[in-house]
């Protein structure tokens, strides 16, 4: 573990203010015991910002999922929390169905509840709602937001609105119902102009560089090449940007749109070269599989 | 207490009657066209030739209201369409009455875990707070204060943490308990203090550990 090599480097920059990638701030949220452990030993008691993007996509990425988790298990023929464990392991690829899968089996083990009894199918969604509700206020009360939101993401700008008792249901089905609407999103979304117009130098120094890479399949280079290439095809497309394209642009957006002041915290290696091409200060962390034990990583 | 008037329109056959109350609620009363009442238990079937209208209380003290007819089919209607689909809610009393049994419970059991913190023999204790939690969620499901014990209940539950808990974090978290347990109806914003003050103290409410690669947010494009 780099643990020297980390601390040396946070003190050089012990005066910027630490600006959470999702990749960081999410564990910090949701990680293992020891990474979580990490991070707080390599942030102390620093506030800790994240942007309305990349709320956006730990919205995205994570509290959507649970969500449709929650709507799968609320469906009348669904009669047990292990059928729609099942429904959700046939039906969603590997990445969605392992954290959602992870945070719920932890959540059902802990309360006792069962997997094959039609009675615990209510308790289990009242226990996948808390989660969520629970997600939202530690998120709000770890993270201070910056105003910074220059791609003018709606969805960025939604919160979860948690609202009376027993009124979750509607408040979850409102808030994805207004989250999956891209298109009145994308009405409002200034990324094409954010990234080809006032970036334009820095995007086309971006698909320069990537394209000098002898080595373009290691781990350390393909993320960024790949961002490099779909820069490279919307400029030449010359269209605006969808939802899904902006969801692989997120490294590129996230680093172009840094607050000054503050030092990038991500475990992406393309953060190495977008932060280190357009200068600004940026620390990658050891990935969280780093931290875990040998036989888990296999 | 509250009236619910359910009009039954029929169109021959028998059918389900289709209302559900409370888990309280055991047996409605139906008052039928000579003002005979009859008690039946939830899940009953109107023969076509009952009826109506359906009340959960006395005729004297809700007016009388003609049933409404339907196109076709066989309607069961509530005064208020928009209501039909929301759970009754049960009365504040009985959130005070269940309330105060459990939590009363709880905390006693907080009271006296404190000495025996970091021991064995505090698993008698946390084990009442943790019974404690799921008797009250099973009388009374949907009383708010549980969106906050449930938040203690998962930092103890998880790992067993409970037996890394200080006498001190016990007692902070039994004056919270004991502070929100008080207001009957609790706001969200309530639920989130309380919630933020628990960890604080040092109790993780969402101590659940994913191991996910870090790519797992991003989308393929």
Known sequence: ?298 | MASTLINVVRDGGTRSCGFEGPDFMSSIEIVDKENRTKTFPLGFKIAPDTLLPIRTETPSQTPEKEPRALASGYGIFTRDLDQRSKPRQPSDEYLRIMRRHFVGLILNALDQVEPHCGSTSAALYINQVLNGTKEMENKSPDDPFLRILYAFFDALAFKDRWIDFTADQYNVARRILSHYSEQIHLRTGDIAKAIIKLEEAGFDTIPFELDEPEEAYREDG
């Open chain 1, 1 to 298: 573990m780099n643990q020297k090599r980390l601390t040396g480097k946070m003190d050089k920059d012990n005066k910027l203010k630490p600006f959470l990638d999702t990749s960081v701030a999410r564990p910090v949220l949701v990680g293992t015991s020891l990474y979580r452990q990490h991070l707080k030993d390599c942030f102390g008691d620093s506030s800790l910002y994240v942007s309305p993007f990349i709320q956006m996509e730990f919205t995205r990425g994570f509290i959507c999922h649970l969500l449709d988790f929650y709507f799968l298990l609320d469906i009348p023929t669904i009669e047990t929390i292990g059928d729609a464990f099942t429904l959700w392991s046939d039906r969603f690829s590997s990445r969605e169905l392992k954290s959602v899968l992870q945070m719920i089996s932890q959540l059902i083990d802990a309360r006792g509840l069962s997997f094959s009894d039609p009675k615990d199918k209510e308790k289990g969604l009242k226990a996948v709602s808390q989660i969520v509700e629970r997600l939202v206020i530690k998120w709000n009360n770890t993270f201070k937001l910056v105003g910074q939101n220059s791609t003018r993401c709606q969805r960025a700008l939604l919160s979860l609105k948690i609202g009376k008792v027993l009124s979750n249901r509607e408040n979850f089905r409102d808030f994805l119902t207004t989250f999956n609407d891209l298109k009145s999103c994308s009405k409002q979304c200034k990324a094409y102009q954010f990234l080809f117009a006032d970036n334009a130098q820095n995007v086309k120094a971006l698909v320069k560089h990537a394209s000098t890479f002898s080595n373009r399949t290691s781990a350390e280079n393909s993320g960024f090449i790949r961002i490099a290439k779909k820069l490279e095809r919307i400029l030449q497309k010359g269209q605006d940007i969808s939802c899904k394209e902006c969801g692989s642009l997120g490294d590129a957006i996230i680093a172009l749109d840094g607050p000054p002041g503050m030092r990038l915290e991500h475990t992406d290696y393309s953060f190495d070269h977008l932060c280190n091409l357009i200068g600004y200060p940026h620390q990658r962390h050891p990935s969280q599989m780093a931290f875990l034990p040998n036989t888990a990583k296999m």
